[in-house]
């Protein structure tokens, strides 16, 4: 089954053999592809072979654009050629979801992963499909909340305005400190308390060390700033600013036409592509936007030279400009993908078969398409959704290296479970023995003496 967002490209790909578990072997004349909705029967695409590609033999591809205003649901992809005279079909179903809307600002910190989509596939070489895609997703999703339950602290920058009580706890307290507990700061736009602003010259935020996480706000014995003064000890203390644990950036590249306040596809360069995935946490200027999909984009490049031939050695991918393209960037020509491994001039050096696809040859004058359009939730984690230049840089926050070490350990441990049905085994026979996961303990132990919250008490 292959997925694809109303609206944006996708590869279809028809493979005919010349007896069931035979070779791929070419038809009379070009197939026809129909697509039908599976629901009303209705035409998506009338009966066409222009546009119909014949990457290798047996093999025939189609880059379908569904319009934007098709209807979700599931679609049949019908192609139909003659062999040897008699008919013969193949079909493909393709899953059609709605562009998403963007909102005006969205607050909700749920659904934000310490590591990618591609990088737990990276480890298990999965192929590209939307059942995978899922299970994979699910995994992250819980492995990212299972690393913040154990670690007692959330990691990734949330723009809010938080309230505190003060005193928090009245008759026992220092009336310069403010602790925050488990609202970790990384930094302050505005403290107030009982409606009167202190500047930053009247307070430090502790512990004092190279950075965030900040635990208290303690006033200056040598200002005349307090807290307090309010009509009522309830939320007397007002602090705006960035909540977290650390906001550690690093530039991924640029957009490649500007983005206004209505769109959820975000197109970039080949830096973006190469450096993002499914599951990143995205600043462009002052909005941050989360990453919930990728899309190919035509990169205006073909495949040059004589070609590729189907065989793993034959990896230099000529194309017109090798600046278009950037290294850990997977690109695709026709049905199969490849990692862009290095840049040489005008040559990629690339990893063939890559993500589960299937190695094939490829004549020249293919197109090379790459996942350049993202598709993003808006306005994420505090900040609102607002329009953006072309060019415009795009910042990609980093969580700390244990932490997404760990999110990726418990990701593939859940897959791997869930495929043995929570009953893996190493051996056989009479050495057979259930698989203990001590490896994932002893990371567990390790990332939390790291990374991890240590209260000051806990009571129950």
Not at 51 to 75: D, F, I, M
Not at 131 to 154: F, K, P
Request: charged residues 20%; contains cysteine.
């Amino acid at each position: 089954m292959t997925t694809v967002i109303a609206g944006q490209q996708v590869t279809l790909l028809a493979q005919f053999y010349d007896f069931q578990g035979g070779t791929l072997t070419d038809l009379d004349t070009t197939p026809t592809i129909t697509i039908t909705s599976v629901a009303t029967g209705s035409t998506a695409l009338a009966a066409t072979t222009s546009g119909v590609t014949h990457p290798a033999t047996g093999s025939y591809g189609y880059a379908w654009t569904p319009t934007s205003s098709l209807a979700a649901g599931l679609y049949l992809a019908t192609w139909t050629g003659l062999k040897s005279g008699s008919a013969v079909t193949a079909t493909e179903t393709i899953t059609v979801t709605a562009p998403a809307t963007a909102s005006a600002t969205n607050t909700s910190p749920d659904g934000v992963w310490y590591a990618t989509r591609e990088e737990v596939k990276a480890e298990l070489d999965v192929k590209e499909t939307s059942r995978s895609n899922q299970r994979i997703d699910r995994a992250l999703e819980d492995a990212s909340r299972r690393v913040e339950g154990l670690m007692h602290r959330r990691f990734y920058p949330v723009q809010a305005t938080r309230y505190f009580d003060w005193p928090a706890r009245p008759g026992a307290y220092t009336p310069w400190v403010l602790r925050l507990d488990d609202n970790e700061l990384i930094s302050v736009t505005t403290l107030a308390s009982g409606g009167t602003v202190i500047s930053s010259s009247d307070y430090n935020l502790e512990p004092n060390r190279s950075g965030p996480p900040f635990s208290r706000v303690e006033i200056k014995l040598s200002s005349s700033a307090a807290y307090g003064g309010g009509d009522t000890y309830q939320r007397d203390v007002q602090i705006t600013g960035l909540w977290g644990y650390r906001n550690t950036e690093t530039t991924a590249g640029t957009l490649a036409e500007a983005l206004d306040a209505t769109e959820t596809g975000v197109d970039v360069d080949a830096a973006t592509s190469a450096a993002v995935g499914v599951g990143s946490v995205l600043r462009i200027d002052s909005e941050r936007m989360l990453v919930t999909g990728r899309s190919q984009l035509s990169t205006g490049q073909t495949l040059g030279g004589a070609g590729l031939t189907n065989i793993n050695n034959s990896v230099t991918v000529a194309v017109q400009s090798g600046t278009a393209f950037a290294a850990g960037e997977v690109i695709l020509i026709d049905a199969e993908r490849m990692l862009v491994e290095d840049v040489v001039g005008n040559n990629l050096i690339v990893r063939r078969a890559w993500d589960g696809s299937t190695i094939a040859a490829h004549t020249a004058g293919a197109t090379i398409y790459a996942p350049r359009t993202l598709t993003v939730t808006r306005g994420a984690l505090g900040t609102s959704v607002d329009p953006h230049a072309t060019g415009s840089t795009v910042h990609l926050w980093t969580p700390p290296g244990p932490i997404r070490q760990l999110t990726i350990a418990e990701a593939l441990t859940d897959l791997l479970q869930g495929r043995s049905g929570y009953a893996r085994t190493a051996g056989s026979g009479e050495s057979e023995r259930e698989m203990s996961g001590r490896g994932l303990k002893d990371l567990r132990a390790a990332v939390y003496a790291e990374c991890g919250r240590k209260a000051r008490m806990r009571s129950v």
